[in-house]
T-cell receptor, first 114, second 116 residues
């Protein structure tokens, strides 16, 4: 049973650098979500894909953030010109299409900005 | 604007007793509610969910209760086990019309500690 896979698990980078994270959802799931979680808080929604179409973006997703899901399978989240405030856990989740389908999460990528 | 709130940052219970975790929401458009469990260095794991057309859903030791008029849900774990020690998040989503996006709004989490 292959769950949601995220790479890398940890990323340490200097302020101003670009970083890219990858998410491989559960294979039969056509919905994919990105969330961000900071210490002591619950995950916060960033963006959502149905197949390859990006259908919703949070206002948390500034112009420095971009997400893609080119073939409706894996997804990438890129952060350009990273800032200290970008330090967080970035979580990916996937679900089946339909009403009331639970989302299943990967173990996340922890980003640390030096 | 915290639409989903878990007002208890932590809860400590004895093994074998009942654990009750609470969650309140403000957005009356939410119609699907979930509980997740999270261990350190892992992503949230789905536990149990409930649709707004129900007021109770049970799965083994886990039961979720929904009180729509009070905009309140709770998770009961009975009997509690030491392995249940984790952070528990409640989450809510809205299935708008015929199109369901399902983005989740999470509470801040409650740390549950079950003592042997």
């Amino acid at each position: 049973d292959t769950g949601v896979s995220q790479n890398p698990r940890h990323k340490i980078t200097k302020r101003g650098q670009n970083v890219t994270f990858r998410c491989d959802p559960i294979s039969e799931h056509n919905r994919l979500y990105w969330y961000r979680q900071t210490l002591g808080q619950g995950p916060e929604f960033l963006t959502y894909f149905q197949n390859e179409a990006q259908l919703e973006k949070s206002r948390l997703l500034s112009d420095r953030f971009s997400a893609e899901r080119p073939k409706g399978s894996f997804s990438t989240l890129e952060i350009q010109r990273t800032e200290q405030g970008d330090s967080a856990m970035y979580l990916c989740a996937s679900s089946s299409q339909g009403v009331n389908q639970p989302q299943h999460f990967g173990d996340g990528t922890r980003l640390s900005i030096l | 604007d915290q639409q989903v709130k878990q007002n208890s940052p932590s809860l400590s219970v004895q093994e074998g007793r009942i654990s009750i975790l609470n969650c309140d929401y403000t957005n009356s458009m939410f119609d699907y509610f979930l509980w997740y469990k999270k261990y350190p260095a892992e992503g949230p794991t789905f536990l149990i969910s409930i649709s707004s057309i129900k007021d109770k859903n049970e799965d083994g030791r886990f039961t979720v209760f929904l009180n729509k008029s009070a905009k309140h849900l709770s998770l009961h774990i009975v009997p509690s086990q030491p392995g249940d020690s984790a952070v528990y998040f409640c989450a809510a989503s809205r299935n708008a019309g015929g199109t369901s996006y399902g983005k989740l709004t999470f509470g801040q989490g409650t740390i549950l500690t079950v003592h042997p």
